[in-house]
Nanobody
Framework: QVQLVESGGGLVQSGGSLRLSCATSGRIFSSDMMAWYRQAPGKQREFVARLIGSGSMAYADSVKGRFTISRDNAKNTVYLQMNSLKAEDTAVYFC?????????????WGQGTQVTVSS
């Protein structure tokens, strides 16, 4: 059973940067979809970014141009580089994996990492 563990969250000032990591306990393949979601207090979880393979990326409009998703298959790790952070980026960030194994799509979530941006 593959598990996801996020790290890299913390407290940062507005305009600063953080890099989140999502380490998987098992192997991930280029065909697996990896994504980041976030949930702010009192709000629903929302999509942030997703990556399939090495070049198919998508971002929420609110983070486009500031956040970058990437992966290192050798390290079984997905990253979210967050630049020019704003107070409204404050949320718990969750790693998501859509793993296709033997014809079955397995959906996994990490436990989340807190990102707090002070204005």
């Amino acid at each position: 059973q593959v598990q996801l563990v996020e790290s890299g969250g913390g407290l940062v000032q507005s305009g600063g940067s953080l890099r989140l990591s999502c380490a998987t306990s098992g192997r991930i393949f280029s065909s697996d979809m990896m994504a980041w979601y976030r949930q702010a207090p009192g709000k629903q979880r929302e999509f942030v970014a997703r990556l399939i393979g090495s070049g198919s990326m998508a971002y929420a409009d609110s983070v486009k141009g500031r956040f970058t998703i990437s992966r290192d298959n050798a390290k079984n790790t997905v990253y979210l580089q967050m630049n020019s952070l704003k107070a409204e980026d404050t949320a718990v960030y969750f790693c998501y994996a859509g793993l296709l194994r033997g014809g079955t799509l397995n959906i996994l979530w990490g436990q989340g990492t807190q990102v707090t941006v002070s204005s």
